[in-house]
């Protein structure tokens, strides 16, 4: 990076880091969602940067006060190379709002595609398939398990991707929207879609009692569905709530209702 008159320390990245780290789904609404947020994060760089200036202090944090929303913790990114972009400015580059929202907008997409795909789709699927196992019988270590691993390797995350976004600046952004980033979330939703079915045909169970009396013989129907197709059950329910939930946009709450009234109803028809 060139030589700046203003320049940002240590100290100053370090905590703006912090600040979107523990305060990015903070005063959270439709209308603005990760925005205070993210303006809270760059409130110790515009300081640093323009301390003394209130009215320049003012315009910036106007500027990343607006709707903003992406995965938080791979979207640091963004938030180190905004800082970048900030001491650019700051130090006399032709860098106007219009540059620095579109960038911003321009990557929240792309960044949540990834995030998504790598995070609540892969990540912690896989982290609570491990803390599900080391639960059983009522062990504390699965919780505790999931917490100290989630939470150091989320942490670790979002600081190396938000200083490698600070040094990088603004030649990440190929690195976030060429061809190369699109082929990886297709990996990464496939890789996701995969360890959700293992998942689900681990620790999803669903038997039937139903059985079917032909003269002196019996036939147990979930013997035969498990013969024909093994665990064809959980995954019809699995197929059911994800129908549920994606489809007809209904909530976890709601679909867990359904569940308990079909659990009802198959106990009373002696289906279970």
């Keep these: 990076m060139p030589e700046y008159t203003k320049k940002l320390d240590k100290k100053t990245l370090r905590k703006s880091w912090w600040y979107w780290m523990t305060g990015n789904l903070s005063s959270m609404s439709f209308e603005w969602l990760e925005a205070f947020g993210f303006a809270a994060s760059m409130a110790p760089v515009i300081r640093k940067l323009y301390g003394g200036n209130k009215d320049e202090e003012m315009k910036a944090l106007k500027r990343h006060s607006v709707f903003y929303n992406t995965e938080p913790q791979v979207g640091a990114m963004i938030n180190g190379m905004m800082c970048g972009i900030e ?9 106007d709002d219009e540059v620095i929202n579109g960038i911003k907008i321009g990557l929240m997409g792309p960044i949540a595609g990834i995030g998504d795909a790598m995070i609540p789709g892969m990540y912690i699927p896989l982290l609570l398939s491990i803390a599900i196992s080391l639960s059983e019988g009522g062990n504390p270590l699965g ?3 999931y917490i100290i691993v989630y939470m150091t390797t989320m942490t670790a995350l979002s600081y190396f991707v938000f200083m490698k976004g600070y040094h990088l600046g603004t030649s990440s952004v190929d690195l976030i929207v060429g061809e190369a980033a699109k082929r990886a979330r297709e990996s990464f939703n496939l890789l996701g879609s995969i360890v959700v079915g293992g998942v689900s045909a681990s620790y999803v169970s669903l038997n039937t009692a139903w059985i079917i009396q032909s003269g002196d013989s019996e036939l147990k129907v979930n013997d035969t569905l498990n013969g024909i197709f093994p665990k064809l059950l959980p995954l019809l329910l699995v197929i059911f709530c994800w129908w549920l939930m994606s489809k007809k ?13 079909f659990a009802i109803i198959g106990v009373i028809i002696k289906f279970f």
Aim: glycine share 8%.
């Design 249 to 261: 946009k209904m909530s976890p709450l709601k679909v867990m209702g359904i569940l308990i009234i």
């Design 87 to 95: 001491e650019e400015r700051a130090n006399g580059s032709d860098i």
């Design 143 to 145: 919780p505790i398990f």
